[in-house]
């Protein structure tokens, strides 16, 4: 990352330049890669009616680059300046052709051939194996390419889930697209993540993807010049090198404010000041920790925060007073985030535009101005909704715009933003949800699968409208608590919905609907509506969503190093089992932690997956052998989540908010089995004073053998945050803890 490679640029520094400079910057050297094979002909390479040249540049021992551009006048024209790509230095290629010819190249212990008649790039293995072979129409520029038998992830948010084989991909984006309400919006994101060991990104053109036969297929989206065309393949033998190199080519997720990382409550119809004021308050109250109140505007419903839409003033019914709403809230520890809609139809530039082109009302830096009224009065982020005419391009300007203002009057805060619309390289700016789903258990099966996908896509901060956003009789309190125990295992945990207050943790035991938005017809039954199971559940995963916290924040940190999502794909972690491969319905929390969301109504049990090695049932300890698919019983509270031998679970004490100043000790509980680690990261959870390195790692080491912990301090720059602090360490087989006070002392409890 920029960051660490440059010590004299900041992270966020270096990621509001991005887009300034295109794929003509430079990346680091690689060695140049031996060329063998015959000399060029004299016939000219022609693809689409066109002279082109075909680039072949090894960019590293992972990353091969394929591009194919015209020739005008005996001159290449270069690709332009893009802002998916991050600024790099590419490498000289190693092949240019322009006629025909056969070349051969040796890419690390690999060997790469290219050929002109046809036109193709095939890449084989040490041993002969082929892995990828793309072979461009010279008629049409299309690609075809080979994705074997294997299971294929990625292409975004949406759409058929979980293997994308078997099915074509428009790739449009937004909410206008068939199966909205079941599938949710569409963010299509152009790589592909083969099972077998490679992925594919497509730079250029924007196009769709046909993988219903035995081959792919590759083509510009209609009313697309089919040239240049600019494709990555990325081959790797372990899931978290392709991730990682996908990651350096259109950039390393960005570090959430702490608080982000909390319960969200989303608001839409409202009826007074003090309405607004009594819903924190109810949090509070009732000991429901939550972190964030999300305000829609006015238009979608009658009565929200602003005047309507597009509109950046109070709506004074409910907002009367924001200069002293805001910092009461505030002082209730709560962040306050706006509902924000109709973006320019045509969004460009950027907020550090000036002169004449920041006067233009399509640019960004005249966009944002719009904004900074009411976010001078201390809102903490926005909820960017609509938007859907933009392309993909603009949608990744409008999600820019967002980190680049925010840092731009607040330079030592981390942004937030939740966005509706994004593309490649969203994911160094902001936030993901899955759009305007339907309150059915369909939708909420799918939506497991999508969340995966979209972290194997890149994006690792997502989630959906808890309860599903377009109410009907199937949204019941049953359905409510399902969907809150998956979110509470999503990056975004969010409740929000058309006829809002059944979204609330206590709204299913009040005997009324609130405000009604939408057809009567699509409400649940009002005998439903006296449920008094669902707050005490909801009450059990928000404690445990933050008693997680410090492991989460820990999987946030790697995310933002690694390109790593949080809800991860058996796959990730157990590349070599097939069958892990094949499970959409249920993933990794991080390395150690399975989440199983029960999605099946009335539900007794859940049959799921648990590869090889000795897991443990988290609710009971359990230990139980995998490789091979069990069945839990379950009741309405409890989904199955299990925790793999070898890992050391970090367990806060139950807060409030994730700022909270914590009163209780960091409980460890140590699962054996095996040899295991876990590395704690902890910062400020707000500034970026991390990038200085100001941060702390708690390294943990479980030598299994010896039944032996030893816990220290990472060598280091050091957080100034506590000099101190109380551990209890147990074992999962053992009732009893260990007590000590961790001074920064290294330290080695025996069991």
Not at 159 to 181: I, L, N, T
């Amino acid at each position: 990352m920029m960051s660490r490679k440059s010590p004299s640029i900041s992270r966020r520094k270096a990621v509001g330049l991005l887009g300034s400079a295109g794929a003509g910057m430079l990346l680091g050297q690689v060695s140049g890669a031996a060329v063998t094979g015959q000399k060029e002909g004299g016939k000219p390479l022609f693809v689409s009616g066109r002279d082109v040249e075909l680039q072949v540049t090894t960019v590293s021992e992972q990353t091969l680059r394929i591009s194919l551009l015209s020739v005008v006048s005996g001159k290449v024209q270069p690709i332009q300046q893009s802002l998916i790509l991050v600024p790099k230095r590419w490498p000289e290629p190693s092949v240019r052709v322009r006629s025909q010819t056969r070349r051969g190249i040796a890419w690390g212990r690999r060997h790469v051939s290219v050929s002109t008649n046809p036109l193709r790039i095939t890449v084989e293995s040490p041993a002969g194996k082929r892995i990828q072979q793309l072979k461009i129409d010279r008629q049409n520029g299309a690609v075809r390419f080979m994705f074997g038998h294997s299971p294929i992830y990625g292409l975004g948010e949406s759409g058929r889930q979980f293997d994308r084989r078997g099915a074509s991909y428009p790739m449009k984006h937004g909410e206008g697209v068939p199966d909205m309400k079941l599938e949710g919006a569409r963010m299509p994101i152009p790589w592909l993540v083969g099972t077998e060991g490679w992925g594919l990104l497509f730079h250029l053109p924007l196009g769709t993807f046909d993988l219903a036969g035995r081959q792919g297929l590759f083509q510009a989206r209609p009313g697309q010049a089919s040239l240049p065309l600019d494709i990555s393949l990325v081959v790797a033998d372990q899931p978290v090198q392709i991730l990682a190199e996908y990651a350096r080519l259109t950039g390393f997720p960005h570090m959430p404010p702490i608080w982000a990382l909390g319960y969200q409550q989303s608001h839409r119809t409202l009826a007074s000041r003090r309405e607004v004021m009594s819903e924190l308050r109810t949090f509070r109250e009732q000991k429901l920790p939550c972190d964030v109140m999300i305000y829609l505007g006015t238009g979608f419903c009658p009565s929200g925060w602003n005047l309507g839409h597009g509109s950046y003033e109070f709506n004074p019914k409910v907002f009367p007073d924001p200069k002293e709403m805001i910092p009461e809230m505030h002082r209730e520890h709560f962040r306050i985030v706006l509902h924000e809609d109709k973006p320019p139809k045509q969004l460009h530039g950027s907020v550090t535009d000036t002169g004449a082109a920041a006067a233009n009302p399509e640019d960004a830096a005249y966009y944002w101005k719009k904004h900074l009224n009411v976010f001078d009065l201390g809102v903490d982020g926005w909820w960017a909704d609509e938007g859907d005419w933009l392309d993909d391009v603009e949608c990744l300007i409008r999600n820019r715009m967002y980190w680049q203002g925010a840092i731009q009057a607040r330079p030592d805060v981390r942004p937030y933003t939740l966005n509706r619309n994004g593309y490649m390289g969203t994911q160094r700016y902001g936030w993901v949800w899955s759009g305007d789903i339907e309150s059915t258990w369909k939708v909420l099966r799918g939506q497991i699968a999508s969340g995966i996908n979209t972290g194997l896509s890149g994006i690792p901060y997502w989630g959906t409208d808890t309860g599903g956003f377009i109410t009907t009789p199937e949204l019941t309190g049953e359905l409510y608590v399902r969907w809150f125990q998956f979110s509470a295992f999503c990056p975004l945990f969010r409740s929000h919905g058309r006829t809002w207050k059944l979204r609330l943790p206590w709204g299913w035991d009040t005997g009324s609907y609130g405000p009604i938005e939408g057809p009567v017809s699509e409400l649940p039954p009002l005998k439903d509506l006296h449920n008094p199971e669902v707050e005490p559940i909801c009450r059990k995963y928000l404690n445990l969503r933050y008693r997680l916290m410090p492991y989460l924040y820990t999987l946030v940190r790697e995310a933002h190093d690694t390109g790593l999502p949080i809800m991860r794909a058996l796959w990730l972690h157990y590349p070599e089992d097939p069958l892990a491969a094949q499970r959409g319905d249920e993933y990794l929390w991080g390395p150690n932690l399975l989440v199983a969301p029960v999605a099946e109504k009335g539900a007794k049990s859940r049959k799921l997956y648990l590869p090889h090695g000795r897991w443990y049932d988290f609710w009971t300890e359990e230990q139980v052998e995998g490789g091979r698919e069990i069945t839990r019983p379950v009741d309405l509270a409890t989904i199955p989540l299990y925790v793999r031998a070898g890992s050391i679970l970090p367990l806060g004490p139950v807060e409030q908010y994730a700022t909270e100043k914590k009163n209780g000790p960091l409980t460890l509980t140590v699962y054996p089995g095996r040899d295991g680690s876990f590395s704690l990261y902890e910062d400020d959870g707000i500034s970026f004073n991390y990038e200085k390195g100001e941060y702390t790692r708690l390294e943990m080491v479980w030598d299994d053998s010896r039944r032996k912990l030893s816990v220290r301090r990472a060598k280091g720059p050091q957080w100034s945050g506590p000099a101190g602090r109380h551990l209890e360490v147990r074992l999962a087989d053992e009732k009893t803890p260990q007590k000590l006070f961790f001074d920064g002392t290294p330290r080695t409890l025996h069991f």
